[in-house]
């Protein structure tokens, strides 16, 4: 199945979100994690030691990746915050 996460707009979507989990058979931020940070997991990545926060980069000619980096950011930033926890995603661009 294609993701149907094509768009900035699509990152906050569920069916999108949803549609990208069965794609990749595995939960979507999971999957995302790992294809763009150094996590094995969703989970791993809200829970670093120390105080980490990832930095999420942009890069020019890649919008498929564009789309995925954001929608990571995005759900780092909403878990973190219904989480009580003050860290967000740091984003740059390349």
């Known amino acids: 199945m294609k993701s149907t996460i094509t768009t900035l707009g699509d990152v906050r979507d569920e069916k999108a979100l949803a549609d990208l989990a069965e794609a990749r058979a595995v939960s979507p931020f999971d999957s995302l ?27 020019e000619r890649d919008h498929k990746g564009n789309v995925e980096r954001v929608a990571l950011a995005l759900a780092y930033d909403d878990m973190q915050t ?3 926890d003050s860290r967000r995603a740091f984003r740059g661009n390349w």
């Open 82 to 84: 219904a989480r009580g």
């Open 33 to 59: 994690t790992r294809i763009h940070t150094c996590f094995d997991s969703f989970d791993s990545l809200l829970n670093a030691k120390g105080g980490y926060r990832p930095s999420i980069y942009m890069r």
